[in-house]
């Protein structure tokens, strides 16, 4: 039957070794240079085999410590009787992978029993990524008797154990007081990250302010002018029922100042009209207007009121046609008409309130013969004659009428002049 694996795996890719590369080379961020600032080098008193001590700041910073102060971290230099030395190139790989080669390589050629084996490792690293590797070994054993000579310089403090190179550059065996270092090394680097990660939330934060201030104040505007809108809401509907009155007068007035005047049209055509000619219909839809008829001479007549001011677009839809033996030619002409010259007048003036005339008895003894005469006044003195309706009838312009006096073509006759015995006739009562 088929066997169960337990490795986790995805298309045929093992997750764990693929979180493993991906992980391998973040591991060593901090010594980055953008981030190796970050972890400063550590101040390390080192114990050399002549007995003389000096001060180390990272590596290849050597001065002297004398006047100076003790550093919390020590180191003990063994001597060359108590090391092996072994170095062998390596391709390129990671550094994890190079240290793996070298506890490889320490544990197959050492002379010493595997709980009793020091070792440590230097990677020199080349342009092409490939890797030059000094390995040290050592016995426990012996750096144990070596350390305890060296305790009084010591003074209690847990040394780390160090190897020079043939370039003066220090090898650390693994397993001793290495540990304290790379923990006050972890310290700084979390301090220092943790100081960028502030600086850039203040700078987050900064970037951020004058957003939220004017979030802030867009907020408290919309507030206001919420507030506000609620106050004012009865006036703006009094405004709004105001705009909508004026739009509607304003359309009226328009609608009033485009209308056309039919009377005024028809008084026009019967003072311009000659007399030869005749309306048989009169049409007026809007600005236009259409008339049929008969004349002597249509184009005279077309011309006629092509030149009226106040006709626009004089036309014939229709030859005028000749009738008969009656000399006459039936006409249809149709013209626009200018709404400032006949339409109707957008405000009224106010009509003037009618004088009251004093009552007297002469007005029941006037004769009802055509037009009425207003009664004269009152006399105080010798009775004086009443004037005519010939002279009132004169001081009135004429008006043309429907129904009797006026015909289109002609001109307009004035009403009959009432006998003036009648107007003349005092009243029985005045003295």
């Known amino acids: 039957m088929p066997s169960l694996s337990s490795e986790a795996r995805f298309l045929g890719v093992d997750l764990r070794v ?42 290849g910073r050597e001065t002297d410590l004398a006047g100076k102060a003790a550093p919390p971290f020590a180191a003990v230099e063994l001597p060359e009787d108590l090391v092996l030395r072994r170095s062998m190139p390596l391709p390129p790989m990671g ?41 040290v ?11 305890a000579t060296r305790a009084d310089a010591l003074a209690g403090v847990e040394p780390e154990v160090w190897v020079r190179t043939g370039d003066g550059m220090p090898v650390v065996l693994e397993g001793y007081g290495e540990g304290l270092r790379q923990a006050h090394a972890t310290r700084w680097r979390r301090t220092g990250y943790a100081l960028m990660g502030l600086i850039a939330v203040f700078l987050v934060a900064l970037a951020v302010t004058p957003s939220l201030q004017l979030r802030a104040r867009v907020l408290e505007a919309m507030q206001a002018y919420g507030e506000a809108a609620l106050r004012t809401a009865p006036v703006v509907r009094q405004r709004e029922l105001l705009m909508q009155s004026a739009d509607k007068l304003t359309q009226l007035s328009e609608l009033v100042s485009n209308r056309i005047e039919p009377l005024k049209v028809l008084d026009r055509l019967t003072q311009l009209l000659p007399d030869d000619t005749y309306l048989q219909s009169f049409r007026l839809q809007g600005a236009k207007v259409t008339i049929a008829g008969m004349t002597n001479n249509a184009s005279a007549l077309m011309q006629l009121l092509g030149n009226e001011a106040g ?44 004088a009251s005339l004093p009552a007297t008895a002469s007005s029941a003894s006037a004769p009802a013969v055509g037009n009425p005469v207003p009664a004269a006044p009152a006399a105080t003195g010798p009775a004086t004659a009443v004037p005519s309706t010939a002279s009132a009838a004169a001081a009135s312009p004429p008006k043309a009428t429907f129904g009797g006096g006026a015909t289109f073509g002609g001109a307009p006759t004035r009403p009959a002049v009432p006998p003036s015995g009648g107007a003349s006739t005092s009243a029985p009562g005045a003295r």
């Open 18 to 59: 693929l979180w493993h590369e991906i992980r391998q080379p973040w591991l060593r961020m901090h010594d980055w240079p953008i981030f190796a600032w970050l972890t400063p080098a550590a101040p390390m008193r080192v114990l050399h085999p002549d007995g003389r001590q000096s001060l180390w700041l990272g590596d």
């Open 95 to 135: 550094a994890a992978d190079v240290a793996n080669a070298a506890a490889l390589e320490a544990r197959s050629v050492s002379p010493f029993p595997a709980d009793d084996l020091a070792w440590g490792h230097r990677p020199h690293w080349h342009a092409n990524g490939s890797a030059r590797v000094d390995l």
């Open 311 to 354: 006709f626009k677009e004089v036309r014939a839809p229709s030859a005028a046609t000749r009738m008969g033996n009656t000399g006459k030619e039936s006409f249809s002409i149709e013209f626009m008409l200018d709404p400032h010259v006949y339409g109707a007048p957008v405000t009224t003036p106010a009509a003037a309130p009618a």
């Open 137 to 147: 070994l050592s016995s426990r054993r012996q750096v144990a008797q070596y350390l």
